[in-house]
T-cell receptor, first 116, second 115 residues
Framework: GENVEQHPSTLSVQEGDSAVIKCTYSDSASNYFPWYKQELGKRPQLIIDIRSNVGEKKDQRIAVTLNKTAKHFSLHITETQPEDSAVYFCAASNGHAGGGADGLTFGKGTHLIIQP | DSGVTQTPKHLITATGQRVTLRCSPRSGDLSVYWYQQSLDQGLQFLIHYYNGEERAKGNILERFSAQQFPDLHSELNLSSLELGDSALYFC??????????????FGNGTRLTVT
């Protein structure tokens, strides 16, 4: 099955700086890569996702890049703010309508700390 | 609010007991996924149902079972509970049968404590 590795486990950055979280996956058939943000005691919330037919996607201060050849994808947060402090999870799936619809395989998470 | 409802919010029970966790998906969603979140294992996929049928199984123990009913709500049954089953159990729902074309939306979870 799919295996997703996520680094670093903890990331501390100064407010206003950029943060980068990296993930690698093992299954070359994986085609969908979402990122979830989980605040303490709350549910994971989807913040951005990318499909295998594109290499980069941006949404305001967050962006995700995908390198299918190397089987890795990254989350980039620019101009970090205190409310960005949370645990971020990457995930991968090789599911598609009609078959192979297994669940998302998650990385173990990155605790992002924004220092004031 | 994601629109996914999980009950109960908290559950405390003893080893050896059996519990049932309930999930109501967002209106219109046909898929229900169950995940277990513990401190050292992150989010572990347990099982996926689509429109009443089991679609995929992950790391679900034989002591655990689930089903999705005709009204699309789902229940996760955990039996012969052990201390290690203490975790946060999340349900997620989506419209379609696969994450690729149908992002998952998570409920607020059920925190299970086994004593």
């Amino acid at each position: 099955g799919e295996n997703v590795e996520q680094h670093p486990s903890t990331l501390s950055v100064q407010e206003g700086d950029s943060a980068v979280i990296k993930c690698t996956y093992s299954d070359s058939a994986s085609n969908y890569f979402p990122w979830y943000k989980q605040e303490l005691g709350k549910r994971p919330q989807l913040i951005i996702d990318i499909r295998s037919n594109v290499g980069e996607k941006k949404d305001q201060r967050i962006a995700v890049t995908l390198n299918k050849t190397a089987k890795h994808f990254s989350l980039h947060i620019t101009e970090t703010q205190p409310e960005d402090s949370a645990v971020y999870f990457c995930a991968a799936s090789n599911g598609h309508a009609g078959g192979g619809a297994d669940g998302l395989t998650f990385g173990k998470g990155t605790h992002l700390i924004i220092q004031p | 609010d994601s629109g996914v409802t999980q009950t109960p919010k908290h559950l405390i029970t003893a080893t050896g007991q059996r519990v049932t966790l309930r999930c109501s998906p967002r209106s219109g969603d046909l898929s229900v996924y169950w995940y277990q979140q513990s401190l050292d294992q992150g989010l572990q996929f347990l099982i996926h149902y689509y429109n009443g049928e089991e679609r995929a199984k992950g790391n679900i123990l034989e002591r655990f079972s689930a089903q999705q009913f005709p009204d699309l709500h789902s229940e996760l049954n955990l039996s012969s509970l052990e201390l290690g089953d203490s975790a946060l159990y999340f349900c997620a729902s989506s419209v379609g049968s696969a994450p690729y074309n149908s992002p998952l939306h998570f409920g607020n979870g059920t925190r299970l404590t086994v004593t």
